[in-house]
């Protein structure tokens, strides 16, 4: 169930409730009338009233509709939700940058050297220790969220010319964050690992991020 269905469901029971509420004020009201009245024809004053509440209600409901349904995303904004990647142009060392959800996603090919640097880390050492293997689906392919966690730059290290920092990986050069080849914090004042986003390989060669 998405937010806007969530809400719908909120505002139709909501808008029942008070329907309900004001339906059964006018019961009560009407019958204290009719009691004082004896002459009155009451059942069919009662029914005008509970009618009028209740159509009142359904009109509303149908009125916000419109409104209601044009806070679901419509299909183009979903599909931004998520982008595919050929990785087949991608060599050995190589790194990209893609775009989604308006944040850059680096993706890279990592040597067999970077890879054993990843995997051969004392996590105690660590900030943020989390073995490589839990950071990668597969070792050759590092997708990583490319937003330093101090405070949001993009840290360098995706060009072959970039400088890399200390430990090989990525540099944020705002304040001096070091990433290593696993996207760990190594050294500044970044508090976290490079966050690694929500992807999966649809194919050896294509992932889908998001
Ligand atoms: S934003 Fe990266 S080190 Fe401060």
Same mark, same amino acid.
């Given at each position: 169930?998405?937010?806007?269905?969530?809400?719908?469901?909120?505002?139709?029971?909501?808008?029942?409730?008070?329907?309900?509420?004001i339906a059964t004020r006018v019961w009560i009201k009407v019958d204290e009338k009719n009691k004082e009245s004896e002459n009155q024809p009451k059942n069919r004053r009662d029914f005008l009233?509970?009618?009028?509440?209740?159509?009142?209600?359904?009109g509303v409901a149908s009125f916000m509709w419109p409104f209601i349904k044009s806070m679901n995303p419509a299909e183009d904004t979903l599909a931004l939700g998520s982008t595919e990647v050929d990785l087949s142009e991608i060599s050995v060392g190589q790194s990209i940058t893609v775009k989604w959800r308006?944040?850059?996603?680096?993706?890279?090919?990592?040597? #067999?050297?970077?890879? =054993? %640097?990843?995997?051969?880390?004392? @996590? +105690?050492?660590?900030?943020?220790?989390?073995?490589?293997? *839990?950071?990668?689906?597969?070792? #050759?392919?590092?997708? =990583? %969220?490319?937003?330093?966690?101090? @405070? +949001?730059?993009?840290?360098?290290?995706?060009?072959?010319? *970039?400088?890399?920092?200390?430990f090989k990986g990525w540099f944020c050069p705002c304040h001096g964050s070091h990433y290593d080849t696993s996207g760990r914090i190594r050294k500044g004042p970044a508090p976290e690992n490079l966050a690694?986003?929500?992807?999966?390989?649809?194919?050896?060669?294509?992932?889908?991020?998001?």
């Open positions: 169930m998405t937010i806007s269905y969530s809400i719908l469901f909120f505002l139709v029971v909501g808008i029942f409730l008070f329907c309900y509420f009233y509970i009618s009028s509440v209740s159509i009142g209600g359904l308006g944040k850059p996603v680096f993706i890279k090919r990592r040597t #067999e050297e970077e890879i =054993l %640097e990843a995997q051969n880390v004392d @996590l +105690g050492s660590l900030r943020d220790p989390i073995a490589d293997k *839990d950071r990668v689906q597969n070792p #050759e392919w590092l997708v =990583l %969220e490319g937003v330093c966690t101090h @405070l +949001g730059c993009v840290p360098l290290g995706q060009k072959m010319s *970039d400088t890399k920092g200390e690694i986003p929500p992807y999966r390989f649809l194919s050896d060669t294509v992932i889908k991020i998001g």
